[in-house]
């Protein structure tokens, strides 16, 4: 049992008994047993949750022997594993932001086609998130985790002999195809793998760091955010582009091989009905009578809709505004990445404590910082302004990830985390039609308009949405 304090509260639902300033926060897997559902966790996974819990107990709030309470979650061996295989992943993903959306820029010089390529990521995840939410909750998370990964790693491969053998590239217009297909390709991959990504963590730490984790999961993304994209850009320049993928593909290998060494997490059993529609409609169900997390997943959506398409279409601010090239447009995203590393540094040193506004004013920095950059023309106002973007981004969707999970029954999870992980599918529309509005108005107004409509939901939010600002 997790004991939450706070102030006096009854949230929507039932799962929390407030009485006396405390609320207490029903076990996980309490509500699985009348679903038909058994949850149990290997011992060796819950003997290396329990040291992690007692090590911190021992060194008073939370500060361990040999590592501050920043750094705590890293005592656990398993999840040092899956930070492993994460940092393949990461790097790869954000080696490919640069490389694919400026060679699709290069090759097509359109917004309209930026924006296509996202679409094609987005149309199959947002359709296999949520069945993938319920393969999660069915079978281990690893190895779907690990099929994906593998999985990547051939799609990289693919491009990297399409750019070898010279069929990829400006030299021919038509190419661009290529491209189209392995954003598709890497769509459909990520919205089967990102829920079990996601909802493994809580299975591997224990209830009290699942913040800390998921922030030092944030920190890891957002250095490879920093280091790769920079990196890419001086490749570009030095190299070629096929330099790149050759990199991911091995960055994928190396995180299979790590995933791969991760032992068996929670196992779950289920009556199976065989109606996977059916039990999709039951995760939903289950978000709408539990309205802290409702909201949380509804702002969290609103907000990477609206504030993540900057990051698509980059190339045109980089060409087109700001007059420089591949290897500025990679520190663009460094800095920005800089900016979120330190945000999730801030947020793993936090208690949990006010994080629904915490949450809140975070969106409200990233969409305030967007609204800037959208209409900068000046270089190193840009460089300032996107490291705030940065900060707010990761705080907004670190804490948004860590309510969600922390407030979920361990039954639901996977299944919630998909709905969750949806989200960014989202984005990816939103990223499509952003480039629409840039293609008829040009970038700036796309960009600052969708940042100036989440500043005003934001403050909406803020002022309105009591029960999602007394989140602990």
Not at 338 to 352: K, Q
Request: with cysteine.
């Amino acid at each position: 049992m997790s004991n939450i304090t706070g102030n006096a509260v009854s949230l929507y639902g039932g799962r929390y008994q407030c009485k006396m300033g405390r609320c207490a926060r029903r076990a996980p897997g309490s509500r699985s047993r009348e679903k038909g559902w058994m949850s149990d966790e290997p011992d060796k996974l819950k003997e290396y949750k329990d040291e992690e819990l007692t090590r911190a107990e021992r060194s008073g709030a939370g500060i361990s022997i040999s590592l501050p309470k920043t750094f705590i979650s890293f005592k656990n061996p398993v999840y040092r594993l899956y930070y492993g295989s994460m940092a393949g992943h990461w790097s790869s993903m954000n080696m490919q932001t640069v490389a694919r959306s400026l060679l699709i820029y290069r090759i097509t010089g359109s917004g309209a086609i930026l924006g296509l390529t996202a679409l094609a990521a987005a149309i199959p995840m947002i359709l296999l998130s949520l069945p993938a939410g319920v393969i999660a909750d069915r079978v281990q998370k690893k190895t779907v985790i690990q099929a994906g990964q593998i999985s990547s790693a051939v799609a990289s491969l693919g491009v990297a002999l399409f750019l070898v053998f010279g069929y990829l590239g400006p030299e021919n217009p038509g190419s661009w195809w290529v491209l189209i297909v392995s954003a598709v390709i890497q769509g459909s991959i990520l919205g089967v793998i990102m829920p079990s990504r996601q909802a493994i963590i809580s299975e591997i730490v224990s209830n009290e760091h699942l913040m800390n984790a998921i922030s030092l999961n944030n920190m890891g993304m957002n250095t490879f955010r920093l280091l790769a994209p920079a990196l890419t850009g001086v490749l570009i320049d030095a190299f070629d582009f096929y330099i790149v993928y050759l990199i991911m593909t091995g960055m994928y290998i190396m995180s299979t091989v790590c995933i791969a060494m991760v032992p068996p997490t929670r196992t779950q059993t289920v009556r199976v009905s065989g109606n996977t529609l059916a039990e999709v409609r039951e995760g939903w169900r289950y978000i709408r009578r539990e309205k802290a997390v409702f909201l949380v997943l509804v702002f969290s959506i609103f907000a990477t809709v609206l504030g993540m398409p900057y990051a698509q279409l980059l190339p045109m601010f980089t060409e087109g505004i700001l007059k420089v090239g591949a290897t500025e447009m990679g520190l663009l995203i460094s800095v920005s990445g800089a900016g979120a590393i330190i945000g999730s540094l801030v947020l793993a040193s936090l208690a949990n404590k006010r994080r629904g506004v915490i949450m809140l004013l975070s969106g409200l920095v990233m969409s305030l910082a967007l609204l800037v950059f959208a209409f900068s023309q000046w270089w190193y106002l840009s460089l300032f302004i996107i490291m705030l973007v940065g900060m707010g981004n990761t705080g907004q969707m670190a804490l948004g990830n860590s309510l969600i999970q922390y407030y979920t029954d361990a039954t639901y999870r996977g299944r919630v985390m998909s709905f969750f992980m949806m989200g960014f599918g989202f984005g990816s529309l939103g990223a499509f039609f952003a480039g629409i509005l840039a293609q008829a108005y040009g970038v700036q107004w796309a960009v600052g308009g969708m940042a100036f409509v989440l500043v005003i939901i934001t403050l909406w939010v803020l002022a309105f949405a009591r029960p999602l600002r007394k989140l602990d």
